[in-house]
């Protein structure tokens, strides 16, 4: 597969991902503001798309800042704060354009800090996820390589863990 087709397969994945993501925790968050704080959100229609359609336009606008920024660079190599980072400028990439063509109004700036911020904790949540799946992944090949019957050492030496 070519290498932009897979670059835009995984933007899709990560913005997909995302929108999932807001929109169980936005749910939550009207669900608890509906019975605990006694707010009026009867309209559930309303709120999948508010909370989804970011979503999946940060993680989109994040995954090309990623794409763009971590070019040559393993997960490893990368910080939660970079992620973040990275993430928080692609909130920013995807909201400037709405809040200076809404004639920069308090509600569309407040707007716009909280989808930063939720891209910024996106990011980082992104690269959690994905050094966790990373190492399962480690620990696998680790035991399979332990069946074949190498030791400790041999097995570090071969995952690149040190001589």
């Known amino acids: ?87 928080a400028l692609g909130g920013v990439v995807l909201m400037v354009p709405i809040v200076v063509g809404a004639g920069l109004e308090p509600l569309f700036l407040v707007i716009g800090s909280i989808v930063t911020l939720l891209c910024a904790g996106s990011a980082a949540g992104s690269l959690a996820l994905a050094r966790r799946a990373e190492d399962r992944a480690l620990l696998a090949a680790s035991a399979e390589l332990a069946e074949v019957g190498l030791t400790g050492d041999e097995v570090q030496q071969l995952l690149g863990g040190g001589a």
């Open 1 to 87: 597969m070519k290498t932009w087709l897979k670059r835009f397969r995984g933007a899709i994945g990560v913005g997909l991902t995302w929108a999932v993501g807001w929109t169980v925790v936005g749910m939550a968050t009207m669900l608890f503001a509906g019975t605990v704080l006694g707010l009026n959100t009867d309209v559930v229609d309303i709120w999948i798309p508010v909370f989804a359609y970011p979503a999946f336009l940060g993680g989109v606008t994040f995954s090309t800042v990623l794409g763009i920024a971590g070019r040559s660079r393993r997960l490893d190599e990368m910080s939660l704060r970079q992620f973040a980072g990275w993430g």
